[in-house]
């Protein structure tokens, strides 16, 4: 492996979890980037042209996208770089957050109990903004108001190795960062 590793995200919220991939799973002598590109077509449209780039400055690129937004299938199937590789998140990217349970509660004060694999549930963002609302209402927590605030409150505690056990696509994002690494 060159020793360079950049992502491709939709939003900001999927940046603060995969920089929390990153920190986890990437050694520190592995160089890397993380970009947000600004909603799911904008992603699969310009992922392409970013790798070309990020390629030809050593980097391996993974796109991670969001399965359950519309998008257009065939900007995938159309990429013609080599050193890019899509990796969905499984419905949404909340569905990561959810895995860990423990980071879950730690960070609303209220059990989470799945279903798991995380993978199973329709619309994890709305799982996630419920059990939220739901810890504010009950005053389990009443500093946390946004979106944002729950993905930063979760991630102060989420685990990789705990997440990937109980989300399929999320396990998948990291037997390919690991085989890239290897490779």
């Known amino acids: 492996m060159s020793g360079k590793l950049a992502f491709l995200c939709e939003g900001a919220n999927d940046v603060l979890v995969v920089k929390s991939i990153v920190r986890q799973l990437v050694p520190d002598h592995v160089i890397t980037k993380v970009r947000q590109l600004g909603g799911v077509n904008r992603l699969l449209k310009e992922a392409d042209r970013h790798a070309r780039i990020l390629n030809a400055k050593g980097y391996f690129v993974i796109a991670i996208y969001d399965e359950a937004d519309d998008k257009d299938e065939n900007l995938i199937l159309e990429s013609e770089s080599r050193g890019l590789i899509f990796v969905p998140a499984r419905r949404k990217i909340e569905a990561w957050l959810l895995a860990d349970d423990d980071a879950v509660k730690r960070a609303s004060g209220l059990a989470f109990r799945g279903p798991f694999p995380t993978d199973r549930i329709e619309d994890p963002k709305a799982v996630l903004l419920h059990h ?3 810890a504010v209402r009950e005053r389990k927590r009443s500093y946390i108001f946004k979106e944002r ?4 409150a979760i991630l102060l505690n989420w685990n990789l190795e705990r997440a990937r056990r109980k989300n399929i696509s999320l396990n998948v994002l990291y037997e ?7 490779a």
């Open 132 to 134: 939220f609302y739901r």
């Open 176 to 182: 390919s960062i690991n085989r890239i690494r290897r």
């Open 149 to 152: 605030d729950f993905f930063k």
